[in-house]
């Protein structure tokens, strides 16, 4: 039940107020003198931050994780309104670290309240304020309003190198990389696949690590760089090229699936580089070549290269390079 005011000296009913509101009036109610902003179809405010509020909305912050992803609640939203249902209620999130779940369908009756979730994904441990804009309408009114969420993560980071690979992107990641021709990609992380038309190049110059979430698709050729000592490279998915692959690490290069290519692939780590692919190395039409130019060069593969002309290349020293792993 909605709560009511209490005594006299000329001050409005909730009802009243509310019949104000539907007569274009002005309305501002918070104990505190403090409220946000609700926009309606008419001018007015309504207050959401006090225990007056027509729109209840509590927020559970800080949230701790252990482990990503994590779905967990955010916040829960009661409807105060003494004789109006809440439709159309929205919630968004300004970060791509939180994925809000949709509250399509969802209607909330005087007095109902509903508890709200997401799933949180990052990639390393840290602490991240992420925004989110709740709105929802009646009859004749529309309610928009912003509350902040704290999430603090502690999680195990993943080894470069390591198979099976899990990672995730930041929230700075580009969305999916599609063309019809070439896709370029510096320092920069994309949350899901690349599929081109053309060529793809992948570099890490930096000190942060480039981690591509899904399969690297190219009808060209493909050509993956760790320039740096301190550069990494981790695609979660499989390199599929009709042209052929360059595979080049100073740093690290983690790929999580297999390597195909209609033409040539070549595999180079040097210095300290090392390249791992989780999957399976495959050149139906070109040459495979393996070089590990450095002491502590390390080229590994889980699953036996196959190149179907049979021309499997090594070029590092004895007993690197090729081979099931641990005979490296």
Known sequence: MAPSRRGGGGGLSRRAALALIGGGGLLGISSTGAFDQVRGQRPFDLAVDDDNALLGIEVFTPIEINSSP?????????????????????????????SVESLDGLTLQPGETETVRGTISVSESGQSVVNLTVTATTETERIETTRSV???????????????????????????????????????????????????????????????????????????????????VIIDGDVVAGGAIDISAGGN????????????????????????????????????????????????????????????????????????????
């Open 150 to 232: 704290e999430i603090n993560a502690t999680v195990a980071g993943y080894e470069p190198g390591s198979c099976p690979v899990s990672v995730n992107v930041g929230g700075d990641a580009l969305p999916e990389q599609e063309s019809d021709g070439s896709i370029t990609v510096v320092d920069q992380d994309v949350a899901d696949g690349i599929e081109a038309g053309g060529s793809v190049s992948i570099t890490a110059i930096g000190n942060r690590p480039v981690i591509i979430g899904g399969d690297v698709e190219a009808e060209g050729s493909i050509s993956i760089a760790a320039n740096g000592n301190d550069t990494t």
């Open 253 to 328: 290069i983690t790929i999580g699936g297999d390597v195909e290519a209609d033409g040539d692939i070549t595999i180079t780590a040097r210095g300290t580089g090392t390249v791992t692919v989780c999957g399976e190395v495959e050149s139906d039409d070109g040459d495979l070549s393996i070089s590990e130019n450095g002491n502590n060069a390390s080229v590994t593969i889980n699953e036996d290269e196959d190149d179907d002309n049979g021309d499997n290349d090594d070029n590092g020293p004895p007993g690197q390079g090729q081979g099931p792993p641990g005979q490296r």
């Open 70 to 98: 994590a779905t967990v609640d955010i916040l829960e939203l009661q409807n105060r309104f003494p004789d109006a249902e809440l439709t159309e209620l929205t919630i968004s999130s300004d970060s791509t670290i939180l």
